[in-house]
């Protein structure tokens, strides 16, 4: 990002140039870590990781921690969901499905409404009972008038 930026500043001032300098010095480690590991890992696939003696013994390890760090992130993210599932359940729970207004816990009818709580809100016609959907005004099937919710 700040090499993009450098173009946008005076390429004659020191301090430009020296922030261009380090961003050149810094991409060129970058590319040469990476194609020592290209190389490492060509030669463990050749030779095996016994050739290499201690490197050997700390590739093992670090790969071992690495499964182990692997497997707790895994379940970090599992609970961090679980949790994230049970807000939004519990959230579902407090909302009014007919109103929307949110209700205290543990309340079982909506204290804006009245309606029930905790279900999904089936909406039926008042007549012959057909299903209907959220905010309709009259029963496609008996053409009844639906009352305001």
Avoid: H, W
């Amino acid at each position: 990002m700040m090499k993009g930026l450098s173009g946008f500043m005076p390429q004659d001032d020191p301090e430009v140039r020296l922030m261009n300098a380090q961003t050149e010095v810094n991409e060129l480690k970058d590319r040469l870590t990476s194609l020592y590991a290209q190389i490492g890992r060509q030669a463990v696939e050749k030779y095996g990781p016994e050739a290499f003696g201690d490197q050997a013994d700390a590739l093992k390890l670090t790969q071992s921690n690495l499964a182990a760090a692997e497997s707790s992130l895994k379940s970090a993210q599992q609970e961090k969901d679980k949790k994230e599932r049970e807000e939004k359940e519990k959230a579902e729970r407090e909302t009014c499905p007919s109103c929307g207004a949110r209700n205290p816990e543990g309340v079982k009818f909506c204290q804006e409404c009245g309606a029930k709580l905790g279900a999904p809100a089936k909406n039926v016609c008042v007549n012959c009972g057909a299903e209907l959907a959220p905010g309709t005004r009259f029963c496609g099937e008996c053409g009844a008038r639906q009352p305001e919710v």
